[in-house]
């Protein structure tokens, strides 16, 4: 039967981007990476100039630290220091967030200094439009702090007087989550006018290690101009090299307002100037030894006569990619669709409301186990008038399995009048053989999003459902290959495929139950390929994150009770 047949092709179909997505699904998060280097800027306000690049001896970042008078910074979220040589911020560690589950395992270290194998850090200073007599602050500079502790209540600030008199100040602040306020102020006690234009920067040194995975984006990011950019790193050594003449456009850009940075699966580092500040951004890389890709941007030409003074303000973002926070940011500070630092994809008008939607449930119940069954239970109630309909008919189909046999019998050779004949039955009957098609195929979409959400945002990153469930980001961790448990052992990658955990099992057992009230088709061969099919996705999810086989489990469920329910309703009308 064509009806049949299609209903066939799109169960196929969907094992078959199940199957494609399981292959190229990493199944451990990667952690975040590095920054780093000198340089200075061209007279074309730009943030291109002489990169040297020294091969030093690479230290440990204990013993880069020690060798820098810092300023410590510490709140709720993030701790770190800022090195008074240079006044840059290059040693964060994110408070919240730890490497893996075991107990040792260390915190996330997103900020390395430079001198250390990865070096990732944000540089803020001055530069001239020509050669003048005037000292600028460069990244030698040695600054005077105020305070040696930033924190909510304590800003610092760090002060710089050069030979002509002229006073360089830059005043930090953070708030108690992952945002810094930095304010460059310069106080002209000379009898010279000083004409400059301020920068800042993120620097990377080295390629850091990424997912390479087609549904996340790792590198370069920005919202200027109300214009997402996302470009890889490859795209910033090829096109946005330092030493092309001619480069792609992105690499340069106006906007006014706005933020750029890098980003990782988790973690970010952004730049944001002033809403109403003009800027030319800037992205390059170059290499003398190590990749070194920069971030940045410019503002206008100041021109600062004596006893007058100038202050530049601007904000830095450096912490997790948290939906709520950068919610928060998005309306308190006005930084436009901030919240697009998460990978939302192509199909954000379907992975945005699974997320908000899951993030409220876990507002009111605690739990993102719990969130993400409260979730699964809505998506049943918004498809209900669909599922009802569907099970309806498969009720039907199934009480009609006789009449069909029947219709196999008498008429074992002439198959076009027998499938006259079924035409007929399920005309008389109400009934529709591929009814049962539509919720898988609604399902599907809504499976993808969900599948999304737990890849690329950090809300469940590690975080607990019950027993033995650790992190609903990762998969099952009581696999068939260490008997549950009860075995530990480092299994192979080449016997992964088979570690099906206790989750996934339950799955599959919740699948083989609802297939067994569906009817069973006709044909034999078919028959034993739906036969299978729950063995087929208990191997294809086993190795998905846990929150998606538990949203499956629970749909399952959900599925097998209202078919039930619908069932005995018809069959009892009728007996």
């Given at each position: 039967?064509?009806?049949?047949?299609?209903?066939?092709?799109?169960?196929?179909?969907?094992?078959?981007?199940?199957?494609?997505?399981?292959?190229?699904?990493?199944?451990?998060?990667?952690?975040?990476?590095?920054?780093?280097?000198?340089?200075?800027?061209?007279?074309?306000?730009?943030?291109?100039?002489?990169?040297?690049?020294?091969?030093?001896?690479?230290?440990?970042?204990?013993?880069?630290?020690?060798?820098?008078?810092?300023?410590?910074?510490?709140?709720?979220?993030?701790?770190?220091?800022?090195n008074l040589t240079g006044g840059i911020i290059?040693?964060?560690?994110?408070?919240?967030?730890?490497?893996?589950?075991?107990?040792?395992?260390?915190?996330?270290?997103?900020?390395?200094?430079?001198?250390?194998?990865?070096?990732?850090?944000?540089?803020?200073?001055?530069?001239?439009?020509?050669?003048?007599?005037?000292?600028?602050?460069?990244?030698?500079?040695?600054?005077?702090?105020?305070?040696?502790?930033?924190?909510?209540?304590?800003?610092?600030?760090?002060?710089?007087?050069?030979?002509?008199?002229?006073?360089?100040?830059?005043?930090?602040?953070?708030?108690?989550?992952?945002?810094?306020?930095?304010?460059?102020?310069?106080?002209?006690?000379?009898?010279?006018?000083?004409?400059?234009?301020?920068?800042?920067?993120?620097?990377?040194?080295?390629?850091?290690?990424?997912?390479?995975?087609?549904?996340?984006?790792?590198?370069?990011?920005?919202?200027?101009?109300?214009?997402?950019?996302?470009?890889?790193?490859?795209?910033?050594?090829?096109?946005?090299?330092?030493?092309?003449?001619?480069?792609?456009?992105?690499?340069?850009?106006?906007?006014?307002?706005?933020?750029?940075?890098?980003?990782?699966?988790?973690?970010?580092?952004?730049?944001?100037?002033?809403?109403?500040?003009?800027?030319?951004?800037?992205?390059?890389?170059?290499?003398?030894?190590?990749?070194?890709?920069?971030?940045?941007?410019?503002?206008?030409?100041?021109?600062?006569?004596?006893?007058?003074?100038?202050?530049?303000?601007?904000?830095?973002?450096?912490?997790?990619?948290?939906?709520?926070?950068?919610?928060?940011?998005?309306?308190?500070?006005?930084?436009?669709?901030?919240?697009?630092a998460i990978d939302w994809g192509w199909f954000?008008?379907?992975?945005?409301?699974?997320?908000?939607?899951?993030?409220?449930?876990?507002?009111?119940?605690?739990?993102?186990?719990?969130?993400?069954?409260?979730?699964?239970?809505?998506?049943?109630?918004?498809?209900?008038?669909?599922?009802?309909?569907?099970?309806?008919?498969?009720?039907?189909?199934?009480?009609?399995?006789?009449?069909?046999?029947?219709?196999?019998?008498?008429?074992?050779?002439?198959?076009?009048?027998?499938?006259?004949?079924?035409?007929?039955?399920?005309?008389?009957?109400?009934?529709?053989?591929?009814?049962?098609?539509?919720?898988?195929?609604?399902?599907?979409?809504?499976?993808?999003?969900?599948?999304?959400?737990?890849?690329?945002?950090?809300?469940?990153?590690?975080?607990?459902?019950?027993?033995?469930?650790?992190?609903?980001?990762?998969?099952?961790?009581?696999?068939?290959?260490?008997?549950?448990?009860?075995?530990?052992?480092?299994?192979?990658?080449?016997?992964?495929?088979?570690?099906i955990g206790i989750l996934p099992i339950f799955?599959?057992?919740?699948?083989?139950?609802?297939?067994?009230?569906?009817?069973?088709?006709?044909?034999?061969?078919?028959?034993?390929?739906?036969?299978?099919?729950?063995?087929?996705?208990?191997?294809?999810?086993?190795?998905?994150?846990?929150?998606?086989?538990?949203?499956?489990?629970?749909?399952?469920?959900?599925?097998?009770?209202?078919?039930?329910?619908?069932?005995?309703?018809?069959?009892?009308?009728?007996?």
């Amino acid at each position: 039967m064509n009806e049949q047949k299609n209903l066939y092709l799109a169960i196929g179909i969907s094992i078959a981007i199940i199957i494609f997505f399981q292959i190229l699904l990493p199944t451990q998060p990667i952690e975040p990476p590095p920054l780093n280097e000198e340089e200075s800027l061209e007279p074309a306000t730009s943030i291109d100039g002489n990169n040297k690049q020294f091969v030093e001896e690479i230290k440990s970042k204990e013993d880069v630290l020690n060798t820098t008078k810092r300023v410590s910074f510490k709140n709720s979220s993030v701790e770190g220091s800022i090195n008074l040589t240079g006044g840059i911020i290059d040693d964060l560690i994110l408070s919240k967030y730890k490497t893996s589950l075991a107990p040792d395992s260390k915190n996330i270290q997103l900020l390395l200094p430079n001198g250390t194998a990865n070096p990732y850090y944000i540089e803020t200073g001055w530069k001239e439009l020509k050669d003048t007599t005037i000292d600028l602050p460069n990244l030698e500079t040695e600054w005077q702090s105020d305070s040696f502790n930033l924190t909510p209540t304590n800003p610092v600030n760090l002060t710089w007087t050069n030979k002509q008199n002229i006073t360089f100040k830059v005043n930090y602040k953070i708030d108690d989550e992952y945002m810094f306020s930095i304010t460059q102020e310069i106080i002209n006690n000379s009898n010279k006018t000083v004409e400059v234009f301020p920068y800042r920067l993120i620097k990377r040194i080295n390629t850091p290690d990424t997912i390479n995975f087609f549904i996340l984006h790792e590198g370069l990011i920005s919202l200027l101009n109300d214009e997402l950019l996302e470009k890889n790193y490859d795209d910033i050594a090829e096109d946005c090299s330092s030493s092309l003449q001619t480069k792609k456009s992105f690499c340069d850009n106006k906007s006014k307002g706005g933020w750029l940075g890098f980003t990782d699966k988790y973690w970010m580092s952004a730049l944001i100037p002033d809403a109403e500040q003009s800027i030319n951004v800037n992205y390059r890389h170059s290499n003398n030894g190590r990749d070194n890709y920069r971030a940045g941007y410019v503002g206008q030409i100041y021109e600062i006569k004596p006893s007058n003074n100038l202050t530049y303000g601007g904000k830095l973002f450096v912490g997790a990619k948290k939906l709520d926070i950068l919610s928060n940011y998005d309306e308190s500070l006005s930084i436009t669709r901030f919240t697009d630092a998460i990978d939302w994809g192509w199909f954000s008008f379907l992975t945005k409301p699974v997320s908000y939607a899951i993030n409220w449930f876990f507002g009111y119940v605690g739990n993102f186990g719990l969130a993400i069954i409260a979730f699964t239970i809505l998506m049943r109630l918004i498809l209900f008038p669909l599922a009802q309909a569907s099970f309806k008919s498969m009720a039907k189909m199934k009480k009609l399995q006789p009449d069909m046999q029947r219709l196999k019998e008498t008429y074992p050779n002439d198959r076009q009048k027998m499938q006259q004949e079924l035409m007929a039955l399920y005309k008389r009957e109400g009934a529709n053989p591929v009814a049962g098609c539509l919720p898988i195929l609604v399902q599907i979409p809504i499976f993808f999003s969900l599948y999304k959400v737990l890849f690329v945002t950090i809300e469940m990153y590690h975080a607990p459902f019950y027993g033995w469930i650790h992190d609903l980001s990762a998969p099952d961790p009581l696999g068939l290959m260490t008997l549950f448990g009860i075995v530990p052992w480092n299994v192979p990658p080449l016997l992964s495929i088979i570690d099906i955990g206790i989750l996934p099992i339950f799955m599959g057992f919740t699948m083989w139950l609802q297939q067994k009230l569906n009817p069973a088709p006709a044909d034999p061969t078919q028959a034993r390929i739906f036969a299978i099919l729950p063995f087929v996705f208990t191997f294809v999810l086993a190795g998905f994150a846990a929150g998606l086989v538990l949203y499956w489990s629970v749909n399952n469920i959900l599925s097998i009770a209202q078919q039930w329910f619908i069932q005995r309703r018809i069959l009892a009308k009728d007996g």
